[in-house]
Every structure is written in structure tokens, then in C-alpha cells.
């Protein structure tokens, strides 16, 4: 027969073990809807009212989980950061899963739906006036998709073309963004197809040993 004692201790392991969970689930829901948020109105344009909002959540929740505005979105960075680099992680080896990649990336669609895209192109100009919690963060995730995108390119010598996997996400990251910030539609069509063939180009350059 179970005491009394045991079985309220049981209790209070069952509940502690829900609100752990609950915490966590919370926070993941606010980190991937602030994502989107900052994507979409820039750092500077998005209030923790708005970001807790967005997670149907209320401004008072928002401390139980983050120390601040400026902690929330280092991590908002370094998940989705994370993100992208797990994608460059799992393509399909070869050529032509990274052209495609190119092809997807500098699109139209990219260009004109920032909120689910990619956030480099759409933070850079903001991240490199943050604090350095937020660079920090920055840093790391994007060497990762260097990292990851390196291996692509040269899966039994990753260093060798770390250079040209610099290359390439500095003209991906850059063209889009100028893309986006031009107002003639010719234009930023012409930057979005000036990209895909530079980075293409990158793609045909041998790495040196």
C-alpha cells in the first residue's frame, strides 16, 4: 500500500517535472515567434509588448524566461542561426544541391518574405551595432554555416575551401539585402541574377592546397 507521504511526494516530482517542461516549451514558442518578429520590423522595431504578444503571452511572463530585451534576441540569432546551418548540414552531397540552394536563396520569394527567410539578410545592419552579447552570438552562428558550408564544398579538406565558403555567404547575404533595399523591381531582379552568378562563379573556383 502506498503511504500518503509517497504518494504526495510523487505528486509534487509529476508537477515540477510539467512545469519544467512547460517552461521550456514556453520559451521555445517565444524564441520562434520573436524570430519572425525581428526578421520581419528589425530589432530596434519590435517592443517585448509585440514579441510576447506574438506568443500569446502578456509583458509580465517575458523576465520568468530572459534577462532582458537584448538577451532574447541573442538568442533569437543563435537559433536561428543554428537553423540555417543544420540546413546547409544536410544537403544532399555535390554540386547540384548547393546550386539549387543558390537559386532558392537569391529568389524573388526570399527577397519579398524576410519574416521566414534568412537573418543575416535581414538583422546585419542592426547585429553590428548591438552589444556584444548579441555579436558574440552572431559570430558564432555564422561561422558555423561557414564551417558547414566549407565541408560541402570540400567534404575531405573543409579548411581549404573555407575561403571560398566565406565567399559565398558574404555574396548570397549581400546581394540579397540590396535586393530588398532597392525600390526599382528591374533593379533588384537584376542584383537578385548578378548574385546567383557570382556565387555560381564561386562554386567553379578550385580551392588552393
Known amino acids: ?8 511526494s510523487a505528486e509534487r516530482t509529476t508537477v515540477a517535472r510539467y512545469d519544467k517542461t512547460h517552461k521550456g516549451e514556453t ?4 524564441i520562434e515567434r520573436a524570430g ?6 528589425g530589432i530596434d522595431g519590435a517592443g ?10 502578456t509583458n509580465g511572463a517575458f523576465y520568468a524566461h530572459f534577462g532582458s530585451k537584448n538577451d532574447l534576441v541573442a538568442r533569437v540569432v543563435a537559433d536561428q542561426l543554428a537553423t540555417q546551418a543544420a540546413t546547409m548540414a544536410a544537403l544532399p552531397p555535390g554540386r547540384e544541391s548547393l546550386e539549387q540552394f543558390i537559386r532558392e536563396y537569391l529568389s524573388p520569394d526570399h ?16 547585429i553590428g551595432r548591438c552589444d556584444r552579447q548579441i555579436r558574440d552570438s552572431y559570430t558564432e552562428g555564422a561561422r558555423a554555416i561557414i ?3 566549407a565541408t560541402h564544398l570540400s567534404p ?21 539585402q540590396l535586393a530588398r533595399a532597392v525600390t526599382d523591381p ?7 541574377a548578378a548574385g546567383i552568378s557570382a556565387a555560381l562563379d564561386l562554386l567553379s573556383v578550385k580551392s588552393r592546397s
Request: glycine share 6%; hydrophobic share 45%; proline share 4%.
Open 1 to 8: 500500500m502506498v503511504s500518503q507521504a509517497t504518494s504526495y
Open 27 to 30: 520559451r521555445r514558442r517565444i
Open 36 to 41: 519572425q518578429r525581428l526578421k520581419r520590423d
Open 48 to 57: 517585448i509588448a509585440a514579441l510576447m504578444s506574438d506568443a500569446g503571452l
Open 111 to 126: 527577397r519579398d518574405h524576410p519574416a521566414t527567410g534568412c537573418p543575416s539578410a535581414a538583422l546585419l545592419d542592426e
Open 147 to 149: 564551417d558547414a558550408v
Open 156 to 176: 575531405d579538406d573543409p579548411a581549404a575551401a573555407l575561403s571560398r565558403a566565406t565567399g559565398l555567404f558574404t555574396v548570397l547575404v549581400g546581394s540579397l
Open 186 to 192: 528591374t533593379l533588384s531582379g537584376d542584383v537578385l
